[in-house]
């Protein structure tokens, strides 16, 4: 008998259309049918090299029973809501692949609407431009940006060493030129080029957001890139304007990703530092998320 078990676990085989049913039943308690599919096309893609199309031409496709293996160790990071883009290493944005790990975000759409906006402000401008992203992370922002316009020289800064070593992998693997910094925007430090643009999407949540957010979030994605001070909510904001008061150009623009709840605070702070044409913008979810401004 534990012949018989130990040969039907080395030989054991899942159609493919089996292997999508035992996700959809699996993961049913979280994510909707239409989600577990896109998923389960992710996975057989990113990891057997499968069309999304197989499942429909070659329903009878067969995995062996490593491949099974595999699944199986996919489909338990998943019931423990462990985001997908960790599990495989990589996300999607903008129009580019980013590798990614739980030391960085995962990019979000919305980021990819503050990028549009940046490309947008300069698509008339033919000079040489310098732009700061402040704490890039994976590096989404800074090498996006470095792709969409040559004339875009991009540097970008983050206090974690392990977010800057991902970032400078992507910008490799996606052939961008950006100049790296390990800097902490808390502390004073110099800065020795003049910029034109600073584009950040710092930490903006407080701590009873938290009630409002799913563990694939809250679990994995790193804490200190998602939360700011509740005593000072836009303490970032602050640090970064402080910045840009010395070494923003005048008539240079600031760009920030934002949190909502606090555009009227972040709107007075920019006042307050002599900024104008202020300007907020929502995102495609219809929540003000996006605001700049000229620095005077």
């Known amino acids: 008998m534990v012949i018989k078990r130990y040969l039907k676990t080395i030989f054991y085989t899942l159609k493919i259309t089996e292997a999508l049913a035992l996700f959809r039943e699996r993961l049913a308690f979280y994510l909707s049918k239409s989600e577990i599919d896109f998923y389960f096309k992710k996975i057989i893609s990113h990891y057997f090299d499968l069309e999304a199309t197989t499942l429909a031409l070659t329903p009878n496709h067969v995995f062996e029973s490593q491949e099974v293996k595999q699944l199986k160790e996919v489909l338990s990071d998943l019931e423990k809501q462990k985001p997908l883009q960790y599990i495989l290493g990589e996300a999607d944005f903008y ?3 980013f590798k990614v790990s739980e030391d960085v975000l995962i990019p979000r759409p919305e980021t990819a609407e503050l990028i549009e906006w ?3 402000s300069y698509s008339d401008t033919q000079k040489t431009l310098s732009l700061l992203d402040i704490g890039t992370g994976s590096g989404c922002i800074a090498v996006s940006l470095a792709l969409a316009n040559a004339n875009f020289k991009v540097y970008a800064l983050d206090k974690f060493q392990h977010a800057l070593n991902i970032a400078k992998e992507n910008a490799i693997n996606l ?3 950006v100049s790296f ?3 902490d925007i808390t502390q004073n430090f110099q800065w020795e080029t003049p910029l034109d643009s600073i584009v950040s999407n710092p930490p903006y949540l407080i701590s009873n ?3 409002q957010m799913r563990p694939n979030v809250l679990d994995y994605e790193p804490y200190s890139a998602l939360f700011t001070p509740d005593k000072n909510p836009i303490y970032f904001y602050e640090k ?3 910045f840009a008061q010395l070494y923003l150009k005048k008539n240079g623009y600031i760009f920030f990703e934002i949190n909502p709840t606090f ?4 709107v007075s702070l920019l006042e307050e530092n002599s900024y104008s044409n202020i300007e907020i913008r929502k995102d495609a979810y219809g929540k003000e998320r996006m605001i700049k401004a000229i620095k005077n």
Do not use: C, G, P, Q
């Open 95 to 97: 129009h580019y692949t």
């Open 118 to 120: 940046v490309k947008e």
């Open 209 to 211: 957001e938290k009630k």
């Open 240 to 242: 970064i304007v402080s």
């Open 181 to 183: 910094f390990k800097h």
């Open 263 to 266: 555009v009227k605070s972040i």
């Open 175 to 177: 052939e961008a030129k």
